[in-house]
């Protein structure tokens, strides 16, 4: 958990402020809503997770960050992004390339499609440093082996001259991170980062972007489907459904107990080590809906055991509920009523 | 259970050459060895779950056991026939009672048939007539409506689209199947609902599985025995609940702490065991115990001498490990 303190100035300060974001994307089919109204932050230093199933909006909210929303056909309809107080969504093309990689970057889930293959890595690396950072032919390569170094890439001197295909996949991935931090961003997105590699691969490279937060301060959004990764590598949770947050609040807090209907059935329908083998998973029925024929009212109500009337007529606020603890269920509400 | 064995895999290996030079220079320069003399055997009724990393050899093996591939050495025996001993019509007939599930529904459902006709196709590939009634009873039993018959695979989603692969695979009611990661492309309560839908099945039509998956978690809640898996071996066969509480080769230790527990308070008392570098390559295996250059524990010479075997804990007992110092 959150061991790094970043100074008293720095405790607390919001780095990032995502308020009332929409994206949508124009369809054939009408206006698919991929992001409806979401808001969460992330402090300096901080770990954020967000959780959902594919098509929840988890992907396309870090994207609307970075401004990396193709238009048409997809657009940022409403909303602010505060990145240390400047809304992002209100800058030129220019300023924003300025930050793009430079003070915010992105990990992608699959290295090989991210990385360019006909470049060497020393290539792909420099070319961030000279752009962003200034420095000088020999500077770049200097720079290049610290980063392969400092992700853990063995006979770093050497490998920097070899082309992508030439590493494994989980090797590949920290060039992807190597890259990333190679502009010292104050945050970094990861997306599904360890999603397509193997397990004992996963937790090296998370141990590692987990160090990098440590010991230099960044803070990272790491949006996954995975709960045991958020478990271990997370301080505070955003679950999302459908473009909406449902629930958000500490680790602890959401596997001690999960308010939201949605988020207590993700939990119990994983299979876990911990738990007794023949213990049956909650199945949830039914499959998240079409973005764009939204049902009315909540749009979890359909598949929600604990569903009333007011559920299937109002879209439910996100409400505090208790300290960190903010959470969208009209059944919730009423019992912390 | 019934106590009887259905399937009986003894040193079975399955080489893949690798050639380099080209035209008449063309040589088989090494072996790329995918599955490397391994044994385990599935009792009638049992699900066995294979776990290891990519390039393990766990597909491999999946496809060996329905000898899909020629030229696999050992014997692989189903119900007493040895499979790799029949030319390729007997393996076709013998390959009615074992059917494969696959990882990516999209992937091995054809785009241009109507899924009624894909449901339909093992029969007309064994010369049977199709039968509606069947069909639709097919579609029952994986919780699809039979009217969506005249649909392509593209109109539904990832969970159905696996759900139309495993309607395919039982279609010629076959006793044995091979699951080759069903649920890994799946959203989190997709697979659930699919878990589900396997064991509902298993119980009802007294199926066996061989379940191939990376996610150790979901093996284990499927499986009645686990195989580990590492660079072509088995390092550790047991009951799933044994291999979970007791794990004894430093791989599988180091394999059940890279997965984290959905609950921080618990996950942080575990112990943890990290893993240095990457998996080596099948081609140019280490000396001795092919996990010894990431082994944690790396307790003695021997391990970069001589291979361990994979043998019982004690003799007669069903937990076997393939380690020296285990």
């Known amino acids: 958990m959150a061991e790094f303190s970043a100074g008293e100035e720095g405790k607390n300060r919001k780095i990032l402020e995502i308020k009332n974001l929409r994206t949508h994307f124009h369809t054939k089919a009408g206006p698919l809503k991929a992001v409806d109204g979401l808001s969460y932050h992330v402090y300096k230093g901080e770990s954020v997770g967000v959780v959902g199933e594919s098509g929840c909006g988890k992907s396309i909210s870090a994207m609307s960050v970075l401004r990396l929303i193709p238009n048409p056909p997809g657009e940022i309809v409403s909303g602010e992004i505060l990145f240390n107080g400047q809304d992002l969504l209100k800058l030129t093309e220019q300023e924003m390339r300025e930050i793009r990689g430079n003070r915010i970057a992105m990990i992608f889930q699959e290295p090989s499609a991210s990385l360019n293959p006909v470049l060497t890595v020393r290539r792909q690396l420099s070319e961030t440093l000279e752009l962003h950072r200034g420095l000088d032919k020999k500077q770049s390569l200097e720079e290049s082996i610290r980063l392969l170094k400092q992700v853990g890439i063995p006979d770093a001197e050497r490998r920097v001259h070899d082309y992508p295909f030439q590493f494994s996949g989980g090797m590949q991935q920290r060039i992807m991170i190597a890259m990333g931090l190679s502009c010292k961003p104050e945050l970094l997105i990861a997306d599904e980062p360890t999603t397509s590699l193997d397990v004992t691969i996963q937790a090296q490279l998370m141990e590692l972007i987990d160090d990098l937060r440590r010991t230099s301060g960044i803070s990272v959004i790491i949006i996954t489907h995975n709960l045991g990764l958020v478990a271990r590598y997370v301080d505070r949770v955003n679950v999302m459904y459908t473009g909406r947050l449902v629930e958000s609040c500490s680790t602890q807090q959401l596997f001690d107990g999960p308010a939201h209907p949605y988020t207590s059935a993700l939990l119990a329908s994983v299979p876990r080590l911990d738990s007794p083998r023949k213990k049956s998973m909650r199945v949830i029925k039914g499959l998240p809906p079409d973005l764009t024929r939204l049902p009315s009212g909540c749009s979890f109500h359909p598949r929600c055991e604990s569903a009333m009337d007011i559920c299937r007529k109002e879209i439910p606020p996100l409400e505090h509920i208790a300290g960190d603890h903010y959470c969208a269920c009209f059944f919730d509400h009423g019992k912390y009523l | ?326």
């Open chain 2, 1 to 326: 259970m019934e106590n009887e064995r259905i399937l009986d895999v003894e040193n079975m290996s399955k080489f893949f050459p690798i050639a380099s030079g080209g035209g008449a220079f063309r040589r088989k320069t090494a072996d790329l060895r995918a599955v490397d003399g391994i044994s385990f055997h599935i009792m009638k009724g049992e699900t066995l779950g294979i776990v290891g990393e990519s390039g393990c050899g766990k597909t491999t093996t999946g496809r060996c056991v329905l000898r899909l591939y020629d030229n696999i050495k050992g014997t692989v025996s189903f119900e007493g026939t040895d499979l790799t001993k029949l030319g390729a019509e007997q393996a076709r007939r013998a390959r009615r009672e074992m059917q494969m599930i696959f990882q990516d529904p999209m992937a091995s459902l054809d785009p241009r048939m109507t899924v009624g006709k894909i449901i339909g196709e093992p029969f007309r590939a064994h010369g049977e007539p199709e039968r509606k009634d069947e069909i639709a009873e097919l579609f029952r039993m994986v919780e699809l409506d039979p009217n969506m018959a005249g649909r392509y695979p593209h109109e539904f989603s990832g969970g159905q689209r696996q759900r139309i692969g495993i309607a395919r695979a039982l279609a010629l009611r076959p006793k044995f199947i091979v699951c080759d990661e069903p649920v890994s492309a799946l959203d989190v309560s997709v697979q659930a609902q699919i878990i589900a839908l396997l064991e509902g099945l298993r119980e009802e039509l007294g199926l066996t599985y061989l379940f191939i998956a990376h996610d150790l978690s979901v093996v284990r809640h499927i499986s009645d025995r686990v195989a580990v898996m590492y660079l072509g071996k088995i390092v550790e066969i047991t009951r799933s609940d044994e291999l979970y509480s007791n794990p004894l080769h430093p791989y599988t230790l180091a394999l059940l702490s890279a997965v984290p527990i959905p609950n921080p308070r618990l996950d942080r008392q575990r112990r943890r065991v990290m893993l240095s570098g990457d998996v080596p390559s099948p081609v140019n295996l280490p000396r001795g115990c092919r996990f010894n250059p990431r082994c944690p524990k790396r307790a003695s010479g021997l391990c970069s001498e001589v291979e361990p075997e994979l043998k019982p804990l004690s003799p007669g007992s069903d937990h076997w490990v393939a380690c020296h110092h285990a």
